[in-house]
Nanobody, 119 residues
């Protein structure tokens, strides 16, 4: 059973960088054909896909967030990370890490972590 756990600060100041880590257990992030994904849900809104780092190769990002986003993997620790630069209060959301199949269907979710952007 694959398990994912988000970690990182719950409060970030405007203009700073939001950094979150997802720790994966029960499976390797280098296993073929999986996409290690970040998704968020702002208060009162639907889910928003942020991007992913694949089992091998380059990361891919939502066009609306691409200029501010970096997703990378740490294979030695079986983790992947999200960095979102120049945050504003509109980036306040519950952030989820997830594993998606090659068809980009999410199979496993982390429990989610609340991040608030506020001074």
């Amino acid at each position: 059973q694959v398990q994912l756990q988000e970690s990182g600060p719950g409060l970030v100041k405007p203009s700073q960088t939001l950094s979150l880590t997802c720790t994966v257990s029960g499976g390797s992030i280098t296993t073929n054909y999986y996409y290690w994904t970040w998704i968020r849900q702002p208060p009162g809104k639907g889910l928003e896909w942020i991007g992913y780092v694949p089992w091998s190769g380059s990361s891919f990002y939502s066009p609306s967030l691409k200029s501010r986003t970096s997703i990378s993997s740490d294979t030695s620790n079986n983790q992947f990370t999200l960095q979102l630069n120049s945050v504003t209060p509109e980036d306040t959301a519950v952030y989820y890490c997830a594993r998606a199949s090659i068809a980009l269907i999410v199979e496993y979710w982390g429990q989610g972590t609340q991040v608030t952007v506020s001074s």
